[in-house]
């Protein structure tokens, strides 16, 4: 018997997603550079399902049936190039790779090319949801042709994780455009990471709740409009001691957040498309400042001051009913913030779609990452809903029910920004989530005056509010005459 569907790279993700094709009645063909871990995916795995283990890659192809399915689960970068190249060498036109590790979405557009160019079909297709994720059931988005979709997308179907039981992977688009959405997914999940952290750190430090108040506090918010998988395992992260000296787990991790880069991407992605992601812009800053740790270390020494007194909190933080409502504060603002997170991130996939020619339905990618992916939430409906409406013109900020939600609960989101600033506790991303909502919804911004500054020192030009055409002003001339250029 032939495999209908191969996995190269048995590390951590691979054997689990290997296993998970397994479960669902698929033949898998499976290699891995190193046979042991082949061997020990066969040993400790082998009766879960069916499996066809190769010592070499040629042996692999020869296990597939036509056309060949192969999907690449290897390190991130030139082995996954490399792979590609030895698998494309080996298999015939009409044959599929698929690679599932966390590429760059610009290498994807440029493999498919140089892969479609040979007769093969190349699918880059983000995976979301960790190792658990990849055997119980990811979020999938996979790019490539329609063709591949054909032939890969059944399968898929099976092996994602499902929410209100439709399976959470669709065909995002071609070449790089699933690569790119699972970018910005990641981006998105820095935010919300981000977000949640600055909840806490307000709620322990500001109001000084202990760790189980905190994860009862969270516990109780995932029953409402932030039930999510990240706020349920805030509360678990909360709730747990460390083992060795009985503290809270939390007190005992050194303090610097680590990153692999999918955030910077999602970032520097954005600046190149110009469109603002303050809030995982925000996020990944916030991440690197966290690591700087001989900076921070100095900044102990050189005793930076804060506000006084310390305790700006402390009136809130006796008073029950007073402390019950700043709790309630900051839920709100940790739901507009996100809101603005999200309608960012949705921002950056339509004007990557524009600038690379994908067709993205936004509305289905709300409803990929409802199931399996880090960020997934009942929000995520929500988001769905108004994507299908086509309300939201532009932004997800004029979606009736997400302007509702913002305009109710933007009282308690300036309070808390402006507490937080009073105490001298950092909330960078629920500030500029707020500095993006006023500068939208503002109907004059002070882009005038950058726009007078420019035209003095660099003769830049501007456009009048009054009359269409492109005007300079001669600055250094006595008179300051206008003159038309356009
Ligand atoms: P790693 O990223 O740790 O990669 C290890 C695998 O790559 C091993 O199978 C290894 O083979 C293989 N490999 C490395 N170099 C080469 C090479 N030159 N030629 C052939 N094979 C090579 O594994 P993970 O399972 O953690 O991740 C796999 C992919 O999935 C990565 O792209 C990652 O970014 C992505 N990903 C990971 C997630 C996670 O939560 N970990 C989530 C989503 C995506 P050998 O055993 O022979 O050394």
Known sequence: ELA???VVGLAAMGASLARNLAHHGNTVAVYNRHYSRTETLINEHGDEGKFIPSKTLEE?????????????????????DQMINALADLMEPGDIIVDAGNAYFKDTIRREKAIRARGLHFVGCGVSGGEEGALKGPSMMPGGTEES???LGPILKTISAQAEG????THIGSDGAGHFVKMVHNGIEYADMQLISESYDLMRRGLGLSVDELADVFAEWNKGDLDSYLIEITAEVLRHKDAKTGKPFLDIVVDRAGMK???TWTVQTALSLGTPVTGIGEAVFARGLSSEADLRAEAQTKGL??????????????DPEERAAFIEDVRQALYASKIVAYAQGFNEIEEGAKEYNWKIDLGAVARIWRGGCIIRAKFLNRISDAYDS?????????????????EGAQASWRRVVARAAEAGIPVPVFSSSLAYYDGLRSKRLPAALIQGQRDFFGAHTYGRVDEPGVFHTLWAEPGRKEIKQA
Not at 63 to 79: C, E, N, Q, Y
Not at 166 to 169: Q, Y
Request: hydrophobic content about 45%; charged content about 15%.
């Open 149 to 151: 979709w054909k032939t």
């Open 166 to 169: 439709e399976p959470c992977v």
């Open 60 to 80: 692999f192809v020869a296990s597939l049936a036509k056309p060949r399915t192969a999907i690449i689960m290897v390190k991130a970068g030139d082995p996954t």
């Open 390 to 406: 086509g309300e939201q013109f532009g932004s997800l900020l004029f979606d009736p029910f997400f302007k509702a939600a913002v």
């Open 305 to 318: 001051a804060g506000p006084e007194p310390e305790g700006a909190f402390s009136a809130i933080a006796a």
């Open 261 to 263: 880069g999918t955030g």
């Open 4 to 6: 209908n569907i191969g």
